[in-house]
Every structure is written in structure tokens, then in C-alpha cells.
């Protein structure tokens, strides 16, 4: 099988390339950066004969706007990349009644109050651009009627490209004390698991009989502040003294949700994942990026 991944050199992207190695099925990773095939994906045309030429059978879309406090001020393009790029993708998946695997967020959550797992039925009540578009985006597939796989994530991180763990391991090592938020939790998600779950889930060919939507983040619970804490300690950095603080010490032009941590009972069930714990995960990608903090001074 032909399998396109979208926004290849992002952190899921770069995963994917990874996991993707020991395939029978033949992967195209596309970028707009240089060393990847380009392909505008909110260029029906382009999509359409890119698919065609391939012999496209699945796509994993990657590719989305990610910046969430700029997309408060960017303009349509935040729609343009999160629902009708989606939207292209999956009429043009419905043409060849192939499959679409797309990524979505927590993001779609926060506007109510929350203090259990989220559900994939739950009604979205997103608080920002980002999330309304991505919200979009879900609805604008559904709407295709394609074979599709809606993956909701959270907190995502990776050796590659900029995330919190990244930006984390460099303040911790720099900075002698350090606030972070713990009145938003979540569950950090690290980008090779979920390629791992994306790539079982074609490679065994699991997804036939099933369109939906999914949650899909690592196991357990914990906030911003709890998240920072595991980073400093599985690098080392133990002179930084990280203190617990309000979100309202952080304005930002979004409100971010307080309380997303995803239920993953349903992919779990379907798919038949077995999840690693967060801080096991993490644990493995800081060991992967501490030949990096070598020349990092305080």
C-alpha cells in the first residue's frame, strides 16, 4: 500500500519516517521545507493529482497549525490549514475509497468544566482559534463521508522541532529558578508512541470496519508544573528550583483548557494498543536528547 504523511518534517512527521522503516507498505512524507516532496494541501487540484500519481491509498495527516496563541491573529489561514485542508484530504481519500488517519487535539475541550476523562462523544467547547479550527477540521471530515481515523492528542513532544520538553530541559539547565502553571492537567503524549500506534494500526490493517473519532495520549495524569518536575529530574538539572504557579501569571490570548487528560478506553479496545505511562515515555526521549544538552550553560 501507498501511504502519504503529510507535514513530514514535523515532530509526528519525523516519527513517522522512523517507525515507517521496517514497513512492507511504501510511505511519502511531504513538506513545504526543502528535502521533502512539496505538496499544497489546500490546493484541491495539487492533492487530487498527487494521489492519483502516487497511487495514494492512505494518508496520515500530520501537517495543521500548531501556534496557538498566534492563531488568535493569523487570519483564514488558520482555517485554511486546519479544516479545509483536512476537508481536500478526505474528498480526495473518498475518490479512491482509500483512508484517512488524521490528527486532532484537546483543544477541541476547555470551554466547560471538566474533572474526568474526556470522552470521544463529548460535545467540543474549544476557547480558542486553534481549537475551533481543529474542531472544524474533525467535522468537515466526518461530513466527506471517507474512511477516517480521527486521532485526538495532547501535549506532544519529540526530539525534533520545538515542544515543551525541549524548551524545558533548556530552562532547568539555565535558569536558577523556574514557575510553572500547575492548574492545567493533561497527559503528555510522546510523538513516537503515537507514530507507533499509527503505524500498528496500518501496518496490521486494523483500521478496516472502523470511522471515527479517537483519543490517543499516554497513560496517567499530571499538570504543566508536575510535567517540568520529571523533565529536570530525568536530565538532572537539579540546582533549578521549579515552583508551582496560577495560570493568570502567564496572560495569554487563550484560554487554554484546565482539564483535558483524554479517556483512551476506545482506541484501546478497538485497536487493541497497549499504552506506556507518561513519565516512562518521557524517561526514553530525554535520554535521546541529553547528548544535546551537553553544551548548554547556565
Not at 524548551?167 to 514557575?179: D, G, S, V
Amino acid at each position: 500500500m501507498n501511504i502519504l504523511v503529510t507535514g513530514g518534517n514535523g515532530q509526528l512527521g519525523n516519527e513517522m519516517q522512523i517507525v515507517a522503516r521496517q514497513s512492507r507498505d511504501r510511505y511519502v512524507f511531504t513538506d513545504v521545507c526543502e528535502g521533502y516532496a512539496r505538496l499544497d494541501i489546500t490546493d484541491a487540484d495539487a492533492v487530487r493529482q498527487f494521489v492519483r500519481r502516487e497511487n495514494i491509498q492512505c494518508v496520515v495527516n500530520c501537517a495543521a497549525w500548531t501556534n496557538v496563541d498566534a492563531a488568535e491573529t493569523a487570519g483564514p489561514v488558520v482555517e485554511t490549514l486546519n479544516a479545509t485542508a483536512p476537508e481536500i484530504l478526505a474528498q480526495c481519500m473518498k475518490e479512491v475509497d482509500g483512508l484517512l488517519i488524521h490528527i486532532s487535539t484537546d483543544y477541541v475541550f476547555g470551554g466547560d468544566p471538566y474533572n474526568t476523562p474526556c470522552k470521544e462523544e463529548q460535545t467540543g467547547t474549544p476557547t480558542g482559534v486553534y481549537g475551533l479550527t481543529k474542531l472544524h477540521g474533525e467535522q468537515r471530515i466526518q461530513a466527506t463521508g471517507c474512511k477516517h481515523l480521527i486521532i485526538r492528542t495532547a501535549w506532544l513532544y519529540s526530539e525534533f522541532g520545538k515542544n515543551f520538553v525541549k524548551t524545558m530541559l533548556n530552562l532547568t539547565a539555565t535558569k536558577p529558578q523556574l514557575k510553572v502553571v500547575f492548574d492545567q492537567c493533561g497527559t503528555p503524549t510522546y510523538a513516537l508512541d503515537l507514530a507507533q500506534a499509527i503505524f500498528d494500526i496500518i501496518e496490521q490493517r486494523k483500521y478496516e470496519g472502523h470511522s471515527g473519532v479517537f483519543h490517543y495520549s499516554n497513560e496517567g495524569v499530571c499538570s504543566w508544573y508536575d510535567f517540568t518536575k520529571m523533565i529536570a529530574h530525568y536530565a538532572g538539572h537539579a540546582a533549578c528550583d521549579i515552583q508551582p504557579c496560577h495560570s493568570d501569571e502567564f496572560p495569554s490570548p487563550v484560554r487554554r483548557p484546565a482539564y483535558s487528560v483524554l479517556d483512551k478506553t476506545k482506541i484501546k479496545q478497538t485497536f487493541g494498543l497497549a499504552i506506556p505511562y507518561w513519565a516512562d515515555s518521557l524517561k526514553l526521549c530525554v535520554e535521546k536528547l541529553k547528548p544535546s544538552l551537553q553544551n548548554i550553560r547556565p
